[in-house]
């Protein structure tokens, strides 16, 4: 064989060698390749999957957590509430059981001015004491205080005392020497008996409840004054009739014989000096019950003569079986608020009914 051709050919075969060899390395590669990228595929496809159960395990977790904290939350909303509910049921029980608050005080306006001057000397007692009631519902408590405030009130005459006292530093140190102070200096020496004097000489020339007030606001400038006394100078003081029937009833307190009386007055004076349909008529007056209603004279039988009229003989028997009106029936039947014509309650003879059906004969 020619050498150039067994060169040749083994170039050839060399050449196919390589060629083969190149696709085995070739296919080689390729195979280690897709099992690399398989094998990183397959760790990939772990790794989502770990990574998937981890987030869904975290996911777990975390709704669970959100419940536990929702449960949380809850119990103490109701542990909340269960504690406000007791703090109410306490704080209502203790307001049910707590006493009432005691009323305030209305503040009183501030007393008058006091000057000192005589028309005013009778007056002290009264001054004083609206001072001191104003002190002590607008809760002036001091004594200095009181002192002060009391003095701010004072002007003219009594003014100038009080700017003595501090000039000469004799002010009074309590309220209660203050009015000593004063009444020693601005209070006439012979005020109570000037008030008892017109006490005893106090007279009712006008109703009896304007002499009743009158008599009590004299009362109110004598200390000390009883009550009996005060009923005994009202009573002295009454017009005579008054003054007799207050005493027939003998009351009990001043305040019980100025009713009396005053209902006597308004039945006695007041009714009658309002005009009657009797007023112009000639013969009896109408509250003078023993009066002869009818001309007739009763037979020897007791009764009336039988020739009148029945509405006569009625009215005649009626009048025929009322007793005689005696003085002293009279005062029974003022006591007893009774008509003197009738002898029933809830009116005067001038508004009789039995009188109005059954009127006089003349």
């Known amino acids: 064989m020619d050498p150039q051709a067994a060169a040749a050919q083994t170039a050839e ?36 999957q770990a990574a998937s159960g981890t987030a869904a395990q975290e996911a777990a977790a975390a709704a669970q957590a959100a419940t536990a904290a929702a ?59 609206l001072v001191e009631t104003y002190l002590t519902t607008n809760g002036f408590v001091d004594p200095k205080v009181q002192v002060a405030t009391a003095a701010a009130y004072l002007r003219g005459p009594a003014l100038a005392w009080w700017r003595n006292c501090v000039q000469t530093d004799t002010k009074p140190a309590t309220l209660a020497e203050f009015g000593i102070t004063l009444k020693a200096n601005f209070q006439p020496i012979n005020s109570i008996e000037a008030a008892r004097d017109r006490l005893a000489n106090m007279r009712q020339t006008g109703t009896v409840r304007s002499f009743a007030t009158a008599l009590r606001n004299a009362a109110l400038e004598i200390p000390n004054i009883q009550d009996d006394e005060v009923t005994d100078r009202f009573i002295r003081g009454l017009k005579p009739a008054t003054q007799r029937e207050v005493r027939m009833r003998t009351p009990v307190s001043f305040a019980h014989a100025a009713e ?97 059906q059954n009127p006089p004969q003349h």
């Open 260 to 356: 009396m009386a005053e209902r006597f007055d308004s039945m006695m004076y007041h009714h009658s000096r309002r005009p009657t349909p009797f007023a112009s008529a000639p013969g009896p007056q109408p509250m003078e019950l023993g009066a002869v209603m009818h001309n007739r004279q009763p037979t020897n039988r007791g009764s009336w003569d039988r020739s009148a009229p029945p509405s006569e003989r009625s009215n005649n028997r009626t009048q025929l079986d009322r007793p005689k009106l005696t003085p002293e029936l009279r005062q029974q039947l003022l006591r007893d608020g009774k008509c003197f014509y009738c002898r029933k309650t809830g009116h005067l003879a001038i508004r009789c009914p039995e009188r109005r």
């Open 71 to 129: 449960q949380r939350t809850a119990a103490a909303q109701e542990s909340l509430k269960a504690e406000v509910r007791q703090m109410v049921a306490a704080q209502l029980a203790q307001a049910r059981n707590a006493p009432a608050p005691a009323p305030r005080a209305p503040k009183l306006p501030p007393p008058e001015i006091f000057t000192g001057a005589s028309s005013e000397r009778g007056n002290v007692d009264q001054w004083l004491f």
């Open 13 to 48: 075969a060399a050449a196919a060698a390589l060629h083969a060899a190149t696709a085995a390395a070739a296919a080689a590669q390729e195979t280690a390749a897709q099992r690399a990228a398989t094998a990183e595929l397959q760790a990939a496809t772990a790794e989502l």
